[in-house]
Nanobody, 115 residues
Framework: QVQLVESGGGSVQAGESLRLSCAVSDRPGRVYDLGWYRRAPGKEREVVAIISWTGDRIIYADSVKGRFTVSRDNTKKTVTLQMNRLKAEDTAIYYC????????WGPGIQVTVSS
């Protein structure tokens, strides 16, 4: 069973940056995509970014393209989301996700952007 723990959230002003990290705990040898999702107040959870095992396939939500960058380090077992030029509408709980069998979610971390 994959276990995920997010870190790096907090409160910032619009236009500033934050860097989220997710530590992945799992037995060696498993290969899967990792992703970031978010749930804003009063909204459903939505995908933010997904990165394949090798990093050659990356998908971003249209709303974050050009501002957010996802990366992973399979040696350190981490996935990172660099968020630049943050907007108030980026305020949400951010979740790390492992597309393993079965899939696994982190507990989530709050990101608050004040305008």
């Amino acid at each position: 069973q994959v276990q995920l723990v997010e870190s790096g959230g907090g409160s910032v002003q619009a236009g500033e940056s934050l860097r989220l990290s997710c530590a992945v705990s799992d037995r060696p040898g498993r290969v899967y995509d990792l992703g970031w999702y978010r749930r804003a107040p009063g909204k459903e959870r939505e995908v933010v970014a997904i990165i394949s095992w090798t990093g050659d396939r990356i998908i971003y939500a249209d709303s974050v393209k050009g501002r957010f960058t996802v990366s992973r380090d399979n040696t350190k077992k981490t996935v990172t989301l660099q968020m630049n030029r943050l907007k108030a509408e980026d305020t949400a709980i951010y979740y790390c996700y492992a597309d393993a069998q079965p899939g696994a979610w982190g507990p989530g971390i709050q990101v608050t952007v004040s305008s």
